[in-house]
């Protein structure tokens, strides 16, 4: 073997066996709690790093590069020894800074903005330029903040500040977001690598595809409900894409939808599985901890909004299976589910009982993880044979580790962002430029919120996303007078939706590759099925009821708040598509949209405008094909 590759390959076992470690001590941390908060910052962050380095990955840290050239050897060597350097230099100055005053030097200074450029470069090798860009626009501003005039003008920063601040200490690239996700996210992402290594993912969508056989869209139907039973559990859309969508999508194509359309389908689908409870991708557990709101409260109030995005889901795509002219599966290629199957079940089913009732005992969320992920293991092993392999088993925690990695560089990039908001009193200054903007409409304050929301959520992890997005717009909403409760969901949302939403729509892009169609078509259409899920964070600030734990609750209100949904569903869908009973023209098409946005506002006039403009479309399309459903009425070709 030649030289280059053996160092290859080396590098790349190193990288396996920190992969391993950093699982491992994810593990420790969530079933034992923090020995020390000094090395497990540095081991939640160093690790990472180093793994990233070590196995000469780009984007996915799974994807093995064939060619590496001498150059990029030497600059990764030269990292991971710089790499070595900086985190001594940290540890230990920040063991220090526990007994007493620590003098810095220049070289500190230096050395932690090497760190801060470490963190960055990786950022955009994992991620891509638009987290880099916002990554490098909060260090622009720290320097030159300045000079902005206007509202958003901060005070002059000296620069050796910058490195004292956001990377010597707990507030800034070591922060919160570190230390939340480290503890709590992290072992439910080896939760989810457990149970797909071990086969539970693969008897779930058989599960799936049983339910679903006697429906149009089949496989599309299937896909849905499984990229959300996993997508709850998994943490990360991309890798719900891939790991479910190698099975769906081709299944989805085999059915007759166009390869674009079945991309789609699976990218909206995992995307949505982080808002389904009772994980929702872990984001529950870090709004729990940030807000202070039980979890339980958090899962009942997401329950009615998840289920909505689901259902409008169900409705495109069937409504696109009729348009399509597909059938239901045929009975005798439906799957049968054997008895087997449902003893094999309980290996998802039981695992997620544990962790609802170790939150119901009062335990820690990172407590309940741990418990989840040893039922899952010791259940893996009893039911499914081929996973009683030490091979599969620690395969399965690499690859677990080498997602953790990847989530934790983002992570520790955010934690700088987070830590330049509260250095610079950023966050307060932008909540009082949008509610400047927006005066006092909540409205105009929610759209911009939203933008923000997608902006700032684009190409990075749900959790990620939602950490970074919250810290830096979450105050204007509260200034509004909306609730805790409903700003934070609001937030979840359309963080969750930066992951199909154009130009990244990381999801899309994902899965575009798959399915053989082209990215940005994949996820234009992925907005169209997710039409809903950019609505439904309206429906629950005017239509509070439909999250059930907020104050001024009415049976009456969630009833309303359910019947607007459903008919701007129906509505919007068929618009959109551009098909319901047939085909349908512009002007129907136009009519339903906007009656299908009017029934959503709070006030019983345009509800009923809205409802009867849907109606009156509908009954319009029924009368005008009233010919073709009784050709016996149509005279014969050739006869006047």
Request: aromatic fraction near 12%; glycine fraction near 10%.
């Amino acid at each position: 073997m030649p030289v280059k590759n053996r160092i290859v390959a080396s590098s790349r076992f190193v990288a396996d066996v920190l992969a391993l470690g950093l699982a491992a001590f994810a593990i420790y941390i969530a079933g034992f709690g923090v020995f020390d908060e000094v090395w497990v910052r540095a081991g939640t962050t160093g690790l990472p790093l180093l793994i990233s380095l070590f196995c000469f990955s780009t984007e996915n840290m799974d994807v093995r590069r064939d060619r590496v050239s001498w150059g990029s050897m030497a600059l990764n060597a030269g990292m991971v020894a710089a790499l070595v350097v900086i985190y001594y230099y940290w540890i230990t100055l920040m063991n220090e800074q526990l007994d007493f005053f620590v003098d810095f030097t220049v070289t500190h200074y230096l050395i932690g903005f090497v760190g801060i450029a470490l963190v960055f470069y990786l950022t955009l090798r994992h991620f891509g330029l638009p987290l880099f860009l916002v990554c490098l626009l909060s260090l622009l501003i720290l320097f030159f903040g300045n000079l902005i005039p206007g509202t958003l003008n901060i005070p002059e920063v000296k620069w050796f500040l910058v490195s004292e601040k956001l990377w010597y200490s707990t507030d800034g690239v070591f922060g919160r977001p570190v230390a939340v996700v480290g503890q709590i996210v992290l072992v439910f992402i080896l939760f989810g690598a457990i149970l797909e290594a071990s086969g539970a993912g693969a008897t779930l969508l058989k599960f799936a595809f049983a339910v679903t056989g006697p429906l149009r869209g089949g496989p599309a139907h299937a896909a849905i409900i499984g990229s959300a039973s996993f997508g709850t559990m998994n943490g990360a859309a991309v890798a719900n894409v891939v790991t479910t969508g190698v099975f769906t999508i081709p299944l989805i194509k085999r059915t007759g939808f166009p390869s674009k359309f079945a991309g789609a389908v699976e990218a909206t689908a995992s995307t949505g599985g982080q808002i389904m409870p009772p994980v929702m991708g872990a984001v529950a557990f870090l709004m729990a901890d940030i807000t202070g709101i039980p979890y339980l409260t958090i899962i009942v109030a997401a329950a009615i909004p998840a289920l909505m995005y689901y259902v409008s889901l169900f409705t495109v795509v069937w409504l696109e299976a009729r348009k399509q002219g597909l059938k239901p599966t045929p009975r005798a290629d439906r799957v049968k589910l054997t008895l087997g199957d449902w003893g094999r079940s309980i290996s998802f089913f039981v695992p997620l009982g544990v962790i609802v009732y170790v939150l119901m005992t009062g335990r820690t969320a990172q407590n309940a993880g741990f418990y989840g992920l040893i039922t899952a293991f010791v259940l893996s092993l009893v039911l499914y044979p081929e996973f009683r392999s030490l091979k599969k088993i620690v395969r399965a925690l690499i690859r677990g580790g080498r997602t953790c990695a990847a989530i934790m560089v983002v992570v520790a990039a955010i934690g700088f962002v987070v830590g330049m908001v509260n250095m610079s009193g950023l966050g307060i200054k932008f909540a009082a430029t949008i509610l400047a903007i927006a005066g006092d409409s909540l409205f105009l304050s929610l759209v911009v919120m939203a933008i923000g929301c997608l902006l700032l959520g684009m190409g990075v992890p749900v959790g990620a996303a939602y950490l970074i997005v919250v810290l830096i717009i979450g105050p204007a909403l509260g200034k509004l007078g909306l609730s805790l409760l409903l700003t934070h969901l609001f937030v979840i949302y359309y963080a969750v939706l930066s992951a199909i939403t154009p130009p990244v729509a990381i999801a899309a892009f994902a899965a575009a590759p798959i399915a053989g169609s082209r990215p940005m078509e994949t996820a234009l259409v992925a907005v169209r099925l997710a039409i809903a899920g950019f609505l439904i964070p309206f429906v629950f600030v005017y239509h509070s009821s439909i999250v059930l734990v907020e104050p001024g609750f009415s049976y009456l209100g969630l009833a309303w708040g359910v019947v607007a949904f459903l008919i701007s569903t129906i509505a919007l869908a068929t618009s959109l598509g551009g098909h319901s009973i047939g085909r349908i023209g512009p002007i129907h098409c136009t009519v339903r949209f906007v009656a299908g946005i009017a029934v959503l506002v709070p006030e019983p006039l345009y509800l009923g405008l809205g409802a009867v403009a849907v109606a009156a479309s509908f009954a319009a399309e029924y009368m005008a094909r009233a010919p073709e459903r009784h050709p016996e009425n149509q005279p014969e070709k050739g006869v006047p």
